[in-house]
């Protein structure tokens, strides 16, 4: 993707971004069209879509019953809202 085409309306550098926010559960309907009209632009963008199309599809197929035990699920979440820091002292 890290090349320009010039047939290409997003210049291939943003398809993972649009991606990311397409498949988000809180995009909307009108935002994920507009999303997949920007891709379908580039053949290459394109491509990824559906790579990660087929790549969800078969995840939903095999997993898509499977929830995660509420105790891991409790350790994720604490584990990506909890800030830790360290002090540092120069002298």
């Known amino acids: 993707m ?4 010039a047939n ?3 210049g291939c550098g943003g398809a993972e971004a649009l991606l990311h926010e397409l498949f988000d559960p809180e995009t ?3 935002r994920a069209r507009e999303i997949r009209a920007e891709i379908a ?5 394109f491509t ?3 790579s990660e199309q ?3 599809g078969i995840v939903r197929d095999c997993c898509g019953k499977a929830k995660a035990p509420e105790p891991l699920r409790e ?3 604490t584990s990506i809202t909890t800030v ?3 002090q540092v002292r120069y002298r």
């Open 2 to 5: 890290g090349s320009e085409n």
């Open 8 to 10: 290409c309306g997003c």
């Open 28 to 30: 909307t309907a009108q």
């Open 41 to 45: 632009r580039c053949p290459e963008c």
């Open 48 to 50: 990824q879509l559906e």
């Open 54 to 56: 087929a790549v969800r």
């Open 75 to 77: 350790r994720i979440i």
């Open 84 to 86: 830790t820091y360290t």
